[in-house]
């Protein structure tokens, strides 16, 4: 029992679901059962009069109404409004008078096709207050309500509203101005472009007011469209002929100075950059050399002549005498024309390179940046109609059931935390998709440890299938507990796709999760992860997880962009993804089928991968960049040259179902690719996403673990599995379906995978394979292993064990491969019987090495075997 003096604090729940306690004094418990129906009566019924408020602003049929009602006020506008232009002379008399005799007589007959009410609203809006300008309310009024009632923005509600105040003013000012002479059609400018008239005449007078309209007009056009001011064609020519004539007549007096003597021309284009200098010496042997030196800021050229010549900068010759001193001339920016009389000019070719820059630029503002998409320009993205939208039951549950659990799960954790002399402060419950989150502030003095301790105690007392405490939630100083709740939610894959979040955002490989347990849409960048590792028990939604990140990838980047590399020894779950083969998928030169499920393809592609790395290395190495991102960015550019090998690089995404079966066949074989890309590849675009059941050590070593960040955990059966895939327990207190933790790292975050369903994947694929696609699938590097590479070129005949042919015999009669067998029946020792089999593989007799699988008999009987000894293999 707490000391006398102590208080204790009663929950209450809010909608807010914010859960306060009440202070109630010790010293009146035993008084307690007399002061509960006091109380209840001096406690208010229902919610405040703020959160009533709430709640009705809050109402969907609210803003329907709303939306529907400034729809039709529109169209009510509309019809009064362009009513009120045919029929204004006739009303006019009518509703000048009083309103409500108007109203109050039902002889009086209007002729506004709206009736009393929009003669009097129009006569108001426009010919006594806005004139013209009204129609503005029109416009905002329908664009707001078709915005409210149909979620969809017909017009973009901002510039709508920019561009409206705009009109609305300027329409009424230029209209004032214009018939302020006109009486009779004064009223469509209204009382507003009447006194704006006035005013801006006061100030700026009748010529004033005008050049005024004029400049706003203006301004608006060229704020909205951003248009261009030219000179007039004749005045160009004129322009070009004035300059034309100045040039004769420069040229002309250069002639009479050099006294009409006969001139060799030598134009030399010389390169802002560079610095050149002529040598008194060369000049008497009338040979002048080029020499280019290193750049300078301020560029200078040395020159001693004793002659005149002439330098035309920027198109207008001038002049310059030259004595026999060194004069400094700054060169300008622009080519210079170097003309001399009786010198002949030998110009020394520019070193390689030196051009480059410009013939980029060049090419750069001319066909403008490299855009990878046109190779399939016509390609269309999945539209979200091929989505499923999943309800259940958590969708339709009404408020009041929910608080009704919510409060009862309250009561319990607090019943069952005050067996233990554990007093709360407050409780906030937060309501996810498949678990509600209860963040508990303990009393001071009260150990964290002892509520982590009580985890079964509060499982128990809740009937749960399991519960999850966060003692404590980094960054916010309470205590979490995750309760399950009792109808979850699926999480569709259309909502994540439908999600402003996922559609705005900017990353490399965006891959849509799921939704956290405060329901908010987890969009992650796979690029940045770099690689990802899922784990989990069978049946817990590994399949389904890499099917939400294909799905992803597929509806965000065009096929030009990112690759797939699927690897499933299972060879069910990624069929499905065979139709888009010329669109997404990568494979070996050669092969079939993309979708790898053999395990010496496997071998040979991952090998591949690792050629195809170190060659994208070599590239970015040679354009001095040091990532993926920045290599593409200067290939855009048109920086780099494809005639020197550059090309555009696509992500690659290597995707590996049941890693632990290609470990058990393979072993060494895969795992030496696998650490090899793990650890280099990320910079250059390979990413990999590995699942398996259990990553313990003797599936994943330490090396490849070590480059796996982020990590993917479905449920498992024990704790020891959760920290074997997390580093850390949790992933055995999941409920299972989808409901999976991910690390990134330090954070460790609870979500609700989204569920994509196989007909969506194959309506998707479908929709994606029926367009256009390339000629055939991007091609990986060609491998060539240990054992094709000795294969039967280089078996000789003439070298072959004397019992190779029994030896043949033996193991073609017995269809199996193995030194054992040659050991037992033919009494052969280990080393001659490995040499054998070696001789039999090499002779195409039987199959290659498969880790702990039996090797392949490719000749299935013994007639067939002698056919192809004495053909074959005779000495």
């Known amino acids: 029992m707490a000391p006398k003096g102590n208080r204790v604090r009663e929950p209450k729940v809010t909608d807010e679901q914010d859960i306060e306690i009440a202070e109630v004094p010790r010293e009146k418990e035993k008084k307690k059962e007399k002061e509960k129906p006091k109380r209840r009566q001096t406690e208010p019924d229902g919610p405040s009069a703020s959160q009533k408020f709430k709640l009705v602003m809050t ?137 704006m008239n006035l005013w801006m005449q006061s100030l700026l007078g009748n010529a004033g007011t005008g050049l005024f309209l004029a400049f706003a007009a203006l301004s608006f056009v060229v704020a909205v469209f951003n248009i261009g001011f030219k000179l007039p064609s004749f005045l160009q020519k004129n322009e070009q002929a004035s300059k034309n004539e100045v040039e004769d007549a420069l040229l002309a007096v250069a002639d009479t100075s050099t006294g009409n003597r006969p001139k060799e021309a030598v134009v030399a284009e010389v390169p802002s950059e560079d610095v ?39 198109e207008t010759p001038v002049a310059v005498p030259v004595a026999s001193t060194e004069m400094e001339i700054n060169i300008p920016e622009q080519p210079v024309t170097v003309v001399s009389d009786e010198v002949p000019l030998s110009i020394e070719p520019l070193p390689e390179g030196s051009e480059i820059i410009a013939d980029e630029e060049a090419t750069a503002e001319v066909l403008g940046e490299y855009d990878p998409t046109l190779d399939l320009s016509s390609y269309k993205f999945p539209t979200i ?41 407050k409780i906030k419950a937060t309501v996810g998709p498949t678990v509600t989150l209860f963040e508990i502030i303990p009393q001071a003095g009260v150990r964290i440890s002892k509520i982590k301790n009580l985890e079964d105690d509060i499982a128990l007392s809740l009937s749960a299938l399991g519960i999850r405490i966060i003692a404590p939630i980094p960054g916010k100083g309470t205590i979490g507990i995750e309760v399950p709740n009792q109808n979850p939610e699926v999480v569709s ?45 069978t049946g817990q939604g590994k399949s389904v997880g890499l099917n939400a990140v294909l799905v992803s990838l597929l509806y965000k980047k065009h096929p030009s962009q990112v690759k797939f590399v699927l690897v499933d020894p299972k060879k069910v779950e990624l069929t499905l993804f065979k139709t888009i083969e010329r669109h997404f998928l990568a494979k070996l030169p050669g092969e079939e089928d993309a979708i790898i499920t053999d395990t010496r393809k496997v071998i040979n592609t991952l090998n591949s991968l ?71 590849a990320r910079a250059i675009g390979i ?28 449920r498992v059966t024990s704790k020891i599995d959760s920290r074997t895939i997390l580093d850390t327990g949790g992933a055995d207190q999941l409920i299972g379906r989808g409901d999976m933790l991910l690390s990134t790292g330090a954070d460790l975050i609870r979500l609700q995978c989204a569920f994509v369903d196989t007909p969506e994947v194959d309506r998707i694929t479908e929709y994606i394979g029926s367009q256009r696609g390339y000629p055939e699938a991007f091609m990986l590097p060609e491998y060539v292993g240990e054992n094709e590479a000795s294969g039967g070129s280089d078996f000789d005949a003439s070298d072959r064990d004397p019992l190779f042919e029994e030896a043949a015999r033996m193991v073609v009669q017995h269809q199996q491969g193995s030194a054992s067998l040659l050991q037992r029946r033919l ?18 007799i039987i199959g290659p090495f498969e880790g702990s699988k039996a090797r392949e008999v490719k000749i299935k009987d013994p007639m067939a075997l002698e056919q192809f000894l004495n053909v074959a293999h005779k000495p």
Request: charge should be negative.
């Open 59 to 195: 109402d969907e049929r609210l803003h329907k109404i709303t939306g529907l009602a400034l729809v039709l006020l529109s169209v009510f506008m509309l019809i009064a409004f362009t009513s009120f232009f045919f029929t204004w002379t006739a009303d006019n008399d009518k509703v000048a008078g009083s309103w409500w005799d108007l109203l109050a007589t039902s002889s009086v007959k209007v002729d506004n096709w709206l009736g009393k009410f929009g003669a009097i609203f129009s006569h108001l809006m426009i010919q006594k207050w806005f004139g013209v300008s009204a129609f503005v309310f029109v416009v905002v009024s329908f664009v707001a309500g078709f915005k409210i009632l149909f979620k969809v923005e017909l017009l973009p509600m901002i510039k709508t509203l920019k561009y409206s105040f705009f009109a609305f003013f300027f329409v009424a000012a230029i209209l004032g101005y214009t018939l302020s002479s006109n009486g009779k059609l004064l009223f469509l400018a209204g009382s507003l472009g009447f006194q």
């Open 276 to 314: 050149f200098s002529f040598d008194e010496s060369d000049l008497q042997n009338e040979t002048v050399e080029l020499e280019l030196n290193t750049p300078s800021p301020t560029p200078l050229a040395k020159i001693s002549n004793p002659d005149e010549i002439l330098f035309d900068v920027e």
């Open 385 to 425: 109609e091929l989505l499923e939208n999943y309800t259940s039951a958590k969708s339709t549950q009404n408020r009041e059931e929910l608080k009704i659990e919510l409060e009862a799960n309250k009561n319990k954790i607090v019943e069952t935390l005050g067996h233990y002399n554990i007093a709360i402060d």
């Open 493 to 537: 894959m259309r909502s994540v796709m439908a999600s402003e979040k996922f559609m705005n955002c900017e990353y490399d490989l965006p891959i849509g999760l799921g939704r956290t347990i405060s329901n908010e849409i987890f969009v992650a960048d796979l690029a940045k992860m770099p690689h990802l590792l899922m784990a989990g028990a």
């Open 610 to 680: 690792c050629i195809e790395m170190d060659q994208r290395y070599e590239l970015l190495k040679n354009a001095q960049v040091r990532n993926i991102r920045e290599y593409n960015a200067k290939f855009v550019a048109r920086r780099l040259n494809p005639n020197n090998g550059h090309r555009f690089l696509p992500f690659i995404v290597l995707v590996i179902d049941e890693f632990a079966d290609l470990i058990m066949t393979a072993g060494k074989e895969v795992e030496t690719p696998i650490a090899r890309l793990a650890q280099l």
């Open 687 to 714: 990413h990999l996403i590995i699942a398996t059941q259990r990553p313990s050590v003797n599936i994943i070593t330490g090396t490849i673990k070590a480059n796996f960040p982020a990590r993917m955990a479905f």
């Open 827 to 844: 009494k052969l020792g280990y080393n001659r019987a490995g040499r054998l089999i070696d001789q039999l593989e090499a002779a195409g």
